[in-house]
């Protein structure tokens, strides 16, 4: 795991370290220490730790005038014992929320595996986002991480299925990225 480094090539559009509304704001990464494990998996040290021990992430890109932000996740998403819904919703979710953003894009292909708990910091997260027209999506998490979401019975607290369970969305600019985005969501909500 320690070669899966989260997604660069956006770095000339946006850096979460340089930008003073980010809760990664002025955090300094090594390239050579690897400091942080998931189990007994050392992970890149470009990851940003959270607050969990299984759930690491990556802010790739944040557009303060169109409320976008674009999550890239890896590791092990853990509600039953380390209750990471709520870690992501109040360190990383609510402080993005302050500075603007409503529309949450996160980029699952790297997670594992999920375990439940309840539902309320989903449903708190998915009322504040649509109170300000937001909303959240999930892009290429793993079928079976997907089902683990239905099995718990929040999936319907995203965006998900269809074309966001196998996008190639490497190869676009952030803006196009999200624009499609936008529009993919725009006509499911509909």
């Known amino acids: 795991m320690h070669t899966l480094e989260p997604f660069y090539r956006w770095r000339s559009f946006y850096v979460a370290s340089e930008d003073v509304n980010s809760p990664f704001y002025q955090r300094e990464y090594s390239e050579f220490e690897f400091t942080h494990a998931i189990y007994d998996h050392v ?88 109170d300000l027209g937001g909303w959240i999506a999930l892009i290429n998490f793993r079928e079976h991480v997907i089902q683990e979401f239905s099995s718990a019975n929040i999936d319907h607290y995203f965006v998900c299925g269809g074309k966001l369970d196998d996008l190639s969305w490497r190869t676009l600019s952030p803006e196009k990225f999200c624009s499609n985005i936008e529009k993919y969501v725009q006509k499911r909500l509909a």
């Open 43 to 130: 992970i890149h040290p470009q990851w940003d730790e959270i607050g969990s021990p299984t759930l690491f992430m990556k802010l790739i890109y944040a557009d303060y005038m169109d409320g976008y932000a674009v999550i890239e996740l890896i590791g092990e998403w853990n509600d039953c014992i380390h209750n990471d819904i709520m870690i992501l919703k109040r360190d990383i979710i609510d402080e993005l929320m302050n500075a603007g953003l409503s529309k949450f894009i996160l980029i699952g292909e790297n997670v594992l595996n999920f375990h439940s708990s309840d539902d309320c910091y989903y449903e708190e997260w998915f009322e504040d986002v649509e």
